[in-house]
């Protein structure tokens, strides 16, 4: 029986988060009611929400990542059964214990039977990051990528390029424990952009496709997005991907005399549920692991000092997830 109220952490107004007792949403004819069975926290795009967007009008359920089941379905929705296990992408009200999701405004998918309560959150961002390779096929001319940025968005696009088939893959982050894990995850080479020489650079193979996946660039001197373009090849692709809150500096004439040119990543819904299809397909054989990216798991009572740690300490965790506590 699915109660009147439930808990969810609230964005009050920017900066201010509380968990409190709301209404259970009540849906539309167009959607479906899921239960949630676990959410997890968006290293990239919770922490500008956070302290505000102009996107998002608070107050409102924080949160995006989440995995559930369905309890309830409007007359109107098609494809999707009452007690299916479902991820999708994007609907905000994550954090809660019901959430109320558009599949006609989503890709939504059901979830692969080998995932566990804990992977199947991540799918969100799964099918997030691959966004920024979906219609960026390795071909003739196109078989060597590089990911500035390592965190989870950017360790699943490692693991996304591998199973397109580019031949090379190589990593910039900060961070020691990263780049190791994106070396086992499948890149061939990382670097730490804080060590970075013009001798260096010069040394690092041209890729034909540079992938943005960097949040605030923290680092003094030249911006990275500058030293990242110089080891793009003449005429390669880069690739928009991340949401630095501070905005992304780069220089325009390094952009510009290596005749680069730049594109976002997918966000046309009908190519994204279609290729969603496919990434699902990766993650479901083993191509695409889920479980190596999860470093913490917390109750959604504890979600705020988690949540604290993220933004103090980015280095120390990679996926987190929230489960409530009478949950399995």
């Excluded at 088939?165 to 020691?176: A, Q």
């Excluded at 894990?181 to 020489?197: H, I, K, Q, R, S």
């Excluded at 690739?239 to 046309?268: I, T």
Aim: net charge negative.
């Amino acid at each position: 029986m699915i109660p009147n109220t439930m808990m969810a952490w609230v964005l009050n107004s920017p900066g201010v988060l509380q968990l409190k007792e709301v209404e259970v949403p009540r849906i539309r004819e167009d959607q479906v009611l899921i239960e949630i069975d676990r959410a997890c926290i968006c290293n990239g795009s919770d922490p500008g929400i956070f302290h505000g967007h102009e996107a998002y009008q608070t107050p409102l359920i924080f949160g995006h990542e989440a995995s559930g089941r369905i309890v309830k379905k409007g007359k109107r929705v098609g494809w999707f059964e009452l007690g299916q296990r479902v991820c999708w992408w994007f609907e905000a009200g994550a954090f809660a214990q019901y959430q109320a999701v558009t599949p006609g405004n989503t890709a939504m998918f059901q979830v692969p039977v080998n995932l566990t309560l804990d992977e199947a959150p991540v799918m969100e961002l799964v099918l997030a990051a691959c966004r920024a390779l979906m219609e960026v096929r390795p071909e003739k001319g196109r078989r060597t990528v590089s990911i500035c940025g390592l965190g989870p968005s950017g360790l699943v696009l490692v693991q996304y390029a591998r199973a397109l088939g580019y031949e090379h893959i190589i990593g910039w982050d900060l961070y020691e424990t990263r780049r190791n894990l994106a070396l086992l995850l499948g890149a061939d080479e990382v670097y730490d952009p804080a060590w970075m020489t013009d001798g260096q650079l010069q040394d690092i193979p041209e890729s034909d496709v540079g992938v943005l996946m960097m949040g605030d660039d923290c680092l003094p001197g030249e911006p990275t997005v500058t030293a990242f373009m110089r080891t793009i090849r003449t005429g390669g692709l880069v690739v928009s991907y991340g949401h630095p809150e501070g905005g992304c500096r780069f220089s325009p004439y390094v952009f510009q005399a290596r005749n680069l040119w730049m594109k976002g990543p997918v966000n046309d819904m009908d190519v994204i549920r279609r290729r969603g299809e496919e990434v699902i397909g990766m993650v479901t054989d083993g191509r695409i692991k889920i479980e190596p990216l999860i470093t913490h798991r917390v109750y959604f009572e504890n979600f705020l000092p988690a949540f604290e740690n993220v933004l103090e300490h980015p280095e120390e965790q990679i996926k987190v997830i929230l489960k409530w506590r009478d949950q399995q």
